[in-house]
């Protein structure tokens, strides 16, 4: 009867003990593949109440994030806007003349628009600074903003084979929330490749402030021109 | 089935278990690497250090940066950290 009892007691922690092994592989193999699909959480934790993740996972167009920058249409800018070359010529910015100087790194141009030290608008042009490509710009841009100043970011649309005026380009369209102050931006991020040098384009404006501003984001952004 | 040979599963499922759970931990760092820019490496190191890193590209950290980001501003395209 005891060795019977044993035996029972034996052969129930041993299926349990199986189930839980089954159980954890499972659980491993799907958390892994997570963080390879597009738009998911993938490490850590930002403590965010926002619905971010700390590093967005999506790391290349696809064709529902491709909706996001379905406006893009490459133009001329409206007559009335200003343009600033960037130092040693390789891309024309324009903006419209509500837009004033900001300050920025040495070798870029910078142009926004800001409300009570808020800023509203923001244009930026840098030169090509680190491992940017047009086929890796998505999974770039996103990961370099938490590695950077975001707290979170998440990739809302990405598209390549952009015909820029002067060249192709990769753009995203994301948001993120900053380390300092917690200000949550929505951004439009291209990188274009110019005959004789490559670029970025930031236009972004608070998330909550995109159906004001997004409009000019994206005109500025059609008329961004490399060479 | 003898009290033996029940053991004996026992100590496999134990083993399965204990495989299962340290796989699923070995695994979990390789997978940040993939949503990381490839320059990630670098970000262990300060965010001064990480600037003077860059090869060729604009001054930074007292050498003419500037950044608005550094102060929750939106972020500009600088590529380095």
Known sequence: MRIQRHRALIAGAATVIAAGAIAASVAFASGSGATGSPGSAATGSSGSAAAHSRVAAAAGSRPAGRAALNWFRAGPAPADWHQVTLPGGGAVLSYPPSLSPMTGDKGTVSEGFTRSGRVLVYLNVTPRQGDETLSGWAHFRVGHLTDDDASSARLDGAAGGLRFRGGPGSCVVDDYVTRVHANHYREIACFVRGAHASSVVVAATPAADWARYGSLLERAVDSYAVR | ?81
Do not use: Y
Request: net charge negative; charged share 10%.
């Open chain 2, 1 to 81: 089935m003898t009290s033996r040979r029940l053991i004996a599963i026992l100590f496999g499922a134990v083993i399965a278990l204990v495989t299962a759970c340290g796989g699923g931990s070995s695994s979990a760092p390789a997978s940040h690497p993939s949503s990381s820019p490839p320059h990630s490496s670098s970000s262990a190191s300060t965010g001064a250090a990480a600037k003077q890193k860059s090869s060729g590209g604009i001054p930074q950290n007292g050498g003419g940066d500037h950044d608005s980001d550094n102060n929750g501003g939106p972020s500009d395209g600088d590529g380095n950290i």
